[in-house]
Structure formats: structure tokens, C-alpha cells
């Protein structure tokens, strides 16, 4: 009964195996840049790109249909144009750079539901808002695999620069570390994993499954490292729950997958070993027998 249950799918079913290498690609990579992105003070600013995809993978819709590479070429500029264009008109105006990107991210969000409600049908909008796991082709997927290898190298080549940054940026400077150089690879990895991530979770589920894990590893990892190692983990694990469980009860796996990591992070915030709420206010229980 279990092996019906947890097996069976990917034994029967060749789209469940591929959407379970999707899976287990988006979370190896979704550990790091979550918990950077929560150390950096960005999660909002994850989210916001992610909504700034849209108008570019609408452009590339709206001109080729439902053409892969179009539409990630398509998002990647645009994620890429509102991040830089944030960041200008915060330093040339009084303009705060949080509000000069909700600014952009809303008129971007806007813009890609227009577009593609001139060209598509409804079908066609929430395939991109929501994605389409199940349905994933060998394109996507190894355009997700390509993008999660690139990913890990490059963090592995900038992650002592990050982690420094993150904690005593005062001290990169003094040393003359490449901060700047590190900030702006993060970046490009983040609009390339929100690009990759489209087709598996769509525009507005992809950012949630680098941010809920993240949050939810804070609560029980004290280091950086057992952070992203448990970050990675926890996605790994909604992301297959997640899978399972939008086959089994018909449901869209993206937001399947999502709200599994929303109910880990729940359970972090309640009952985490650092800071968790139970923790917080009965500090003896745990020492009961």
C-alpha cells in the first residue's frame, strides 16, 4: 500500500519521473540562494523579480507561443532590466531602492498579464503564473539541470565572499574583497533560477520555494552552512511531498509544492529550536521529563 502510494508513480509514469528530477534540481539550488537571500535582507526583493519576469516571458509568448527558450530569454531580460533599473533610479532620485522595485515589479506584473491575455486564453496565463510540473518537457528540464549545475559552481566559487558580506562587509572592504563582484553574480543567479524555475513552478509559486525552506531552516541551523545544507533538504522533501500529493488528490503541483514548504515553515516557527514559539515561551519545557 505505501509503495502505491510513494513509488508507484514514478515507476508507472514516465512525466513524474521528470518532474521528479525538476524537483530535486530546484531544491539543491534553492537552498543557497534562499538563505542568502534571507541573510542579504532580499527576500522581498526575490519576489519582486520573480514577478518581473512576467512582461519578458509574455514578450517571448506573445511572439513565438509557448516556445521555451523564447520565453526564458524573454524573462531573464526583463528580471535583469528591473533590478538594474531599481537600482538607478534609487541612486540618481530620493527614491528609496525597496520602493523604486515594488514600483517597477507592480507596472511589470501588469504589463505580462496584458500581454498575455491579448495573445492566450486563460489556460495559457496560469500555465505561466503557476507553471506546469507535471507536463514539464526534456527541454525544460535540461535547461533547469543546466542552470542548477552552473548555480552550484558559481556558489561555490563566491561563497566565502557572500558569507563575509553578509556579516562584516566593513571588513571585505578593508581587504579589498570583491564584494560588488559577488553581489551582481548573485543576482544574475537569482534571475536565472526564477527563469529555469518558471517552467516547474511558474512566475509566482518559484520564489516560495527558495524563501519557505530558507525561513524554516533558520529555526533549527545555527551556521550558514547547516543552513543551506538543511534549506536544500526541507525543499527536497515538501518538493517530493508536494509532487505526491498533487498526483494522488488532482491538484496543480506547484502550489501543491509551496504550500507543503509554507506548512514546514509553520511547524519551524512553532516548535524551532532557536527562537521557535514554543521554545520562546515555555524555555523549560524541553528539560521536562
Known amino acids: 500500500m505505501l509503495a502505491d502510494l510513494l513509488i508507484a508513480p514514478f ?12 524537483v530535486i534540481a530546484v531544491a539543491l539550488v534553492a537552498g543557497p540562494l534562499g538563505v542568502f537571500l534571507q541573510l542579504r535582507r532580499m527576500s522581498l526583493m526575490g519576489d519582486a523579480l520573480a514577478h ?8 517571448g509568448f506573445f511572439l513565438f507561443g509557448l516556445d521555451l527558450w523564447a520565453m526564458s530569454v524573454g524573462g531573464l531580460v526583463a528580471c535583469l532590466a528591473v533590478a538594474l ?3 538607478a533610479v534609487a541612486r540618481l532620485t530620493a527614491l528609496k531602492e525597496d520602493t523604486s522595485l515594488a514600483a517597477l515589479y507592480l507596472v511589470s ?5 496584458l500581454i498575455v491575455s491579448l495573445r492566450g486564453s486563460t489556460r495559457d496565463l496560469l500555465h505561466i ?12 528540464l535540461m535547461l533547469v539541470a543546466a542552470v542548477t549545475i552552473l548555480s552550484l559552481i558559481a556558489f561555490a566559487i563566491i561563497y566565502r ?13 578593508a581587504v579589498g574583497g570583491k564584494g560588488a563582484t559577488a553581489h551582481m553574480v548573485f543576482l544574475i543567479l537569482i534571475a536565472l533560477n526564477l527563469v529555469a524555475a518558471i517552467q516547474a513552478l511558474g512566475t509566482l509559486m518559484a520564489v516560495g520555494f527558495m524563501i519557505l525552506p530558507a525561513a524554516a531552516s533558520r529555526f533549527w541551523a545555527q551556521s550558514v552552512a547547516g543552513m543551506i545544507a538543511l534549506s536544500s533538504g526541507l525543499a527536497l522533501c515538501t518538493g517530493l511531498i508536494g509532487l505526491l500529493g498533487s498526483y494522488h ?3 496543480p503541483p506547484g502550489p501543491a509544492i509551496v504550500l507543503m514548504a509554507g506548512l514546514a515553515y509553520a511547524g519551524s516557527v512553532l516548535a524551532g529550536r532557536n527562537g521557535g514559539l514554543l521554545r520562546r515561551f ?6 521536562q521529563h
Open 11 to 22: 515507476v508507472d509514469f514516465a512525466f513524474m519521473r521528470r518532474a521528479l528530477v525538476a
Open 52 to 59: 518581473a519576469i512576467l512582461p519578458g516571458v509574455a514578450i
Open 85 to 87: 533599473l531599481s537600482g
Open 109 to 113: 506584473l501588469a504589463s505580462g498579464v
Open 129 to 140: 503564473l503557476f507553471g506546469s510540473l507535471l507536463s514539464i518537457g526534456s527541454d525544460a
Open 161 to 173: 565572499t557572500l558569507v563575509v558580506e553578509c556579516f562584516d562587509p566593513m571588513f571585505l572592504r
Open 249 to 251: 488528490l488532482d491538484l
Open 282 to 287: 515555555f524555555p523549560g519545557a524541553h528539560l
